[in-house]
């Protein structure tokens, strides 16, 4: 029938799956005639593979699609979340463990941000994690300049327009007045860009630390700075209701942790 579904996938979807690019990245390489479908080099990414066809990417075969994995990253202040940059910054992806596979960031955190990145090589994952509609708080500690009351604060519970976006309401408290600076404990469900640094000086508040301490269920703990730790697959499984394939692996490859 002509307008049958092609079976199987995008070939640029099986390609990130495998750990080789982004479905971006993966579009780029066929396009420049770098992917071979069953001997026949292909020049469009408008193609649904199975497991039976045989992929070839720059003479290399491409293996089965690795189960989906997540770690927890603890980023540093002064690396920025993004796989290239024309003004030659240090990157999260430059600072890994060797021995980890290709992976993409559950959103970000910028350059002057620190705490807990979550990192997956699964693009699904990625997706599911960063819509509002998981309703996960993200959670962080807040340093800011000034002495903050409820009564300054109580707009951002509310929600605020801030340059015109629309920032949903967060939830504040405030925990300790240090000197001439506040920390203040706040947690989102969005993760728009800066939002929190953007909507604090909406009220006259400058940030001048900020900690991501949590995302959904997972937390940043005791994880030092520059470190990498994998959930369990179970633990995965269960959090995020995936099912589990038959090439699931019973334990993760141990990550050694890249020192700073």
Known sequence: MENETPK??????VMARAGLASRREAERMI??????????????????????DKIVVDGKDVGEPE??????????????????????????FDNLPDNMPRVVSVGRLD???????????????????ELPSTGWLRRYRVRVNGRPKDIILDPLRKGVVVEGERFQPMEISIDKQQGANAWLTIAIREGKNREIRRALGDVGLKVNRLIRVSYGPFQLGDLK????????????????????????????????RRRR
Do not use: C, F, M
């Not at 005639?33 to 026949?40: A, E, L």
């Not at 350059?111 to 994690?129: A, P």
């Not at 369990?232 to 019973?250: A, F, N, Y």
């Open 225 to 256: 700075r520059g470190e990498v730790e994998e959930i369990k697959p179970r633990v995965l499984r269960d959090q995020l209701g995936l099912k589990k394939g038959p090439d699931q692996r019973p334990k993760p490859k141990p990550v050694r």
């Open 31 to 52: 396009n420049a005639g770098r992917v071979s479908v069953n001997g026949k080099i292909i020049d469009s990414p408008a193609l649904n593979v199975t497991p039976a």
């Open 8 to 13: 199987g996938d995008r070939i640029a979807k």
């Open 67 to 92: 189960p989906p994995r997540l770690w927890l990253y603890h980023k540093p202040i002064g690396l920025i979340t993004t796989e290239r940059d024309d003004k030659g910054r240090d990157k999260v």
């Open 111 to 129: 350059i002057n941000s620190e705490g807990l990145l979550l990192l997956t090589n699964d693009g699904g994952i990625k997706r599911k994690l």
